[in-house]
């Protein structure tokens, strides 16, 4: 059974530092790994997906990586602001249609 | 927001109930999921649906039932409400047409079971 970890489980941060968010899985037989943000109360903002082919995918401030034979997968925010505060979720698909599977997220605070 | 809205957003209910509730989609998305978001657990898939009465187990499926009678609505039902099932419920799709690609949410809805 797939296991997805996530560490830290929460991090506080001053504002403009760049900062690195882990994940890690136990099954390497994935076909794609997705970052989300959750915000409180709300649903799951898809951030980055990142096919298994692929190393990295980049958007805006993001980059997220991926080593698919270490199962592991990092999201790096560059120059964190304020607005960046949220949990971030990470997720890996498997072989079949049968959803994702994901890890607890990380809970992100950024200090003005 | 990939047109998915969820219905109710809110529902407070009692033990013994049957509960449904409603994803619906304006974008002909072929596959469809119910998650629970419960602290300690994460997301964890209830059911899913790879098309019109089309539909499967994830790995929480005890006590839910699904259907899907058209593309656009996937109806998560609580056959018997019991306090375990109180959390928050997502609904999501593949954009696409395929189930690999990248997978977007509703808003949820928050229930309570007493």
């Known amino acids: 059974k797939q296991e997805v970890t996530q560490i830290p489980a929460a991090l506080s941060v001053p504002e403009g530092e760049n900062l690195v968010l882990n994940c890690s899985f136990t099954?390497?037989?994935?076909?794609?790994l997705q970052w989300f943000r959750q915000d409180p109360g709300k649903g799951l903002t898809s951030l980055l997906l990142?096919?298994?082919?692929?190393r990295e995918q980049t958007s805006g401030r993001l980059n997220a990586s991926l080593d698919k034979s270490s199962g592991r997968s990092t999201l790096y925010i560059a120059a964190s602001q304020p607005g960046d505060s949220a949990t971030y979720l990470c997720?890996?698909?498997?072989?079949?249609?049968?959803?994702?599977?994901f890890g607890k997220g990380t809970h992100l605070i950024i200090q003005p | 927001d990939a047109g998915i809205t969820q219905s109710p957003r809110h529902k407070v209910t009692e033990t013994g109930t049957p509960v449904t509730l409603r994803c619906h989609q304006t974008?002909?998305?072929?596959?469809m999921y119910w998650y629970r978001q419960d602290p300690g657990h994460g997301l964890r898939l209830i059911h899913y649906?790879?098309?019109?009465?089309?539909?499967d187990k994830g790995e929480v499926s005890d006590g839910y039932s699904v259907s899907r009678s058209k593309t656009e609505d996937f109806l998560l039902t609580l056959e018997s409400a019991t306090s375990s099932q109180t959390s928050v419920y997502f609904c999501?799709?593949?954009?696409?047409?395929?189930?690999?690609?990248?997978?977007?949410f509703g808003p949820g809805t928050r229930l309570l079971v007493l």
């Open positions: 997720a890996v698909s498997g072989g079949g249609a049968d959803g994702l599977t």
């Open positions: 990142i096919q298994s082919s692929q």
């Open positions: 974008e002909n998305h072929r596959y």
């Open positions: 649906s790879y098309g019109v009465k089309d539909t």
């Open positions: 099954d390497s037989a994935i076909y794609n």
């Open positions: 999501a799709i593949s954009a696409g047409g395929w189930y690999q690609e990248t997978q977007y």
